[in-house]
């Protein structure tokens, strides 16, 4: 049984092969979506350059957007492809399209244990589980369920409103809301987010550059404006986490991946994202219950495709 297998972000997307179940981690190819016409034409050229001769059973790809009626839409990218599509360029028989967030959650129960470090410890040990990707955009989703079968259903958080915990992030939403017309979660929570804070201590007006992410972290030990966006990050960060915590009650955990989560692995301790995820009135004592983990395993995403196709083997697309 041979899958074929993507996770198409909003900047990247890789590629790559799994037989028997098992992700060939030799096979994984990177691409740069900005120097490609579509998802369809990545596959074609994958079959052809790396993979010559390969004829899989089934196709499943994740997307950084909505899907549903058998295809998806990049949030952040005019690409959208359907299953028929997918079936048309590889030969595949069966062919999926999940969100990004639901390869994510499929994906937990087949990663090793050290594939995750913690960055809260709770007191529940056991229950559903929420995981919270930011990256290139921001989103979440519920994990229902435990071990192999597993329920992921789709979510569009990243386009929620923009909490304001605080007098200077109420400053920061009324900045963000006149710039872009509406002050969205992702506004801060992702890699342009990152950006949009700096810009908004710097009084940076909207006809001048923002200095990127990468940038913003790489010189936190020279410029105390990076130090201060980071702070406000995670001040926010742990308030969306704790207000998704309420909302689902993840006894079984919160499970940070992507990007920008990845790269703040080492500034969650002692920073505000741990007061600002229990700050929830009387209910702070009982947000103790929570755990959250930092997901280190940049094959993730393509785990959840394999275990998706798994677990859907019989039905057809």
């Known amino acids: 049984m041979q899958y074929l297998i993507a996770d198409v972000g909003g900047t990247n997307t890789r590629v790559a092969l799994a037989h028997e179940g098992v992700l060939q981690i030799d096979s994984i190819q990177r691409y740069r979506n900005a120097d490609q016409f579509g998802v369809a034409?990545?596959?074609?050229d994958y079959l052809h350059t790396h993979a010559a001769g390969t004829h899989p059973s089934a196709v499943c790809i994740d997307v950084a957007g909505p899907v549903g009626d058998n295809q998806g839409q990049l949030t952040n990218l005019d690409w959208t492809v359907t299953t028929a599509q997918l079936c048309d360029a590889t030969g595949a028989s069966r062919g999926a399209i999940i969100?990004?967030?639901?390869?994510?959650g499929m994906a937990l129960s087949h990663l090793p244990a050290e594939s995750f470090r913690t960055v809260l410890k709770g007191t529940?040990?056991?229950g559903n589980c929420i995981v919270v990707n930011?990256?290139?955009?921001f989103n979440s989703a519920v994990v229902l369920g435990d071990g192999p079968k597993l329920t992921v259903p789709g979510s569009e958080t990243g386009h929620v409103n923009l909490p304001v915990p605080s007098p200077e992030?109420?400053?920061?939403h009324q900045y963000l809301a006149g710039r872009f017309g509406f002050a969205s979660a992702e506004e801060v929570l992702s890699g342009r987010g990152l950006s949009h804070v700096y810009a908004f201590l710097a009084k940076h007006s909207a006809s001048e550059a923002l200095p990127?992410?990468?940038h913003i972290i790489e010189n936190l030990d020279n410029d105390p404006l990076a130090v201060k966006s980071i702070a406000i990050l995670l001040e926010v960060f742990g308030c969306v986490c704790?207000?998704?915590?309420l909302t689902h009650?993840?006894?079984g955990g919160i499970y940070l991946v992507g990007g920008v989560a990845q790269a703040l692995a080492d500034h969650y301790p002692d920073s505000p994202f741990h007061s600002a995820f229990a700050a929830k009135g009387r209910f702070s004592e009982f947000m103790s219950q929570f755990s959250v983990h930092l997901v280190q395993d940049d094959h993730a995403a393509l785990a959840g495709c394999i275990a998706h196709l798994q677990l859907y083997e019989s039905d057809t697309y």
Do not use: V
């Open 124 to 126: 529940a040990q056991s």
């Open 134 to 137: 930011m990256g290139t955009g």
């Open 41 to 44: 034409e990545i596959l074609i």
């Open 212 to 214: 990127s992410s990468q």
């Open 242 to 245: 704790g207000n998704l915590a």
């Open 249 to 251: 009650l993840p006894f």
């Open 169 to 172: 992030i109420f400053e920061l």
């Open 99 to 104: 969100n990004d967030m639901q390869a994510q």
